[in-house]
């Protein structure tokens, strides 16, 4: 289930995608930037629709993902 982060508290929205950052040791190019400049990045993403929030039922569980893996993981349930 999609979870628009709109829909979330701000610092809710804050705390999972500092979590997000430092579960996934996210890669960000060859500068290193700090966890505010990479929280802003992802942020940006989010609000352009780029990255989204997902709830899974099954693992209840929250997880930020990449749109495009969302869309590609559908098309292979559909197939």
Same mark, same amino acid.
């Given at each position: 289930?999609?979870?628009?982060?709109? @829909?979330?508290?701000?610092? &809710?929205?804050?705390?999972?995608?500092?979590?997000?950052?430092?579960?996934? #040791? &996210?890669?960000? #190019?060859?500068?290193?930037?700090?966890?505010?400049?990479?929280? @802003?990045?992802?942020?940006?993403?989010?609000?352009? #629709?780029?990255?989204?929030?997902?709830?899974? *039922?099954?693992?209840?569980?929250? &997880?930020?993902?990449?749109?495009?893996?969302?869309?590609?993981?559908?098309?292979?349930?559909? *197939?």
């Amino acid at each position: 289930m999609l979870i628009p982060y709109q @829909d979330l508290d701000t610092d &809710t929205l804050q705390n999972l995608v500092e979590y997000f950052i430092l579960r996934e #040791g &996210t890669d960000y #190019g060859e500068q290193e930037l700090s966890l505010d400049e990479k929280t @802003d990045k992802v942020l940006r993403q989010l609000k352009l #629709g780029d990255i989204v929030i997902i709830y899974s *039922e099954l693992s209840e569980s929250v &997880t930020l993902i990449h749109r495009d893996q969302l869309l590609q993981q559908q098309n292979l349930i559909d *197939e």
